[in-house]
């Protein structure tokens, strides 16, 4: 059975987008929050700078840059918080693409079930099969051993002289029911009895 997996593979590829999409927004923001962090660091150098001065419009200049610098920091760091716990796609492109992959899955797993529960059925007709032809040939194997062969050997004879048959030693395929208990054995699961209806 060859599966379908088209839409397995949709889903493969929507993951791998919103990851990408993931990535470069992070790398944006990653970007901007290492310039405010310069921009901290310039600021806080151009407010030291501007209180040895004699500016106070350049010391009111620099603290205001130093607070943009700041603000600007704690927004971007709020954002790469919330951007772990954003949504990359919409709840309907979630829904969609979850339900028609799971449709195709279905799908899927019923085609295997129905190839698996045909080749269930061979099984147990080939182990049927089997087993009949075992029991024939054992019951013939006994009667040529035993009734035209008249084999002496296949008996155990007790004190008094009581004749007792000996089922080890009479001739016949030992393994010939291999398969109707191979069968036996899976045709007890609940799942076999699912599939095989």
Not at 10 to 32: G, P, R
Not at 128 to 145: K, P, V
Not at 160 to 178: E, H, Y
């Amino acid at each position: 059975m060859k599966i379908t997996d088209t839409k397995l593979q949709e889903l493969k590829i929507a993951i791998a987008k919103s990851e990408e999409t993931f990535q470069v927004k992070k790398d944006k923001l990653q970007v901007a929050l290492d310039k405010s962090t310069n921009d901290i660091e310039q600021a806080t150098n151009n407010l030291n700078k501007a209180k040895l001065g004699d500016d106070p419009t350049a010391y009111s200049e620099a603290r205001k840059a130093l607070q943009l610098a700041k603000d600007s920091k704690e927004f971007f760091n709020h954002k790469l918080d919330n951007l772990e716990n954003d949504s990359l796609l919409s709840a309907d492109e979630y829904k969609h693409i979850r339900d028609e992959a799971l449709a195709e899955a279905t799908a899927n797993k019923e085609k295997a079930e129905k190839e698996v529960a045909e080749m269930l059925k061979k099984i147990k007709e080939i182990a049927n099969n089997q087993a009949e032809y075992t029991n024939d040939l054992n019951d013939n194997l006994r009667t040529l051993q035993l009734d035209v062969f008249k084999d002496d050997s296949a008996y155990i004879y007790g004190a008094k002289g009581t004749k007792t048959l000996t089922d080890s030693k009479v001739a016949k395929l030992k393994n010939g029911f291999d398969l109707f208990h191979f069968h036996n054995s899976i045709s007890g699961y609940s799942y076999y009895k699912e599939i095989v209806k």
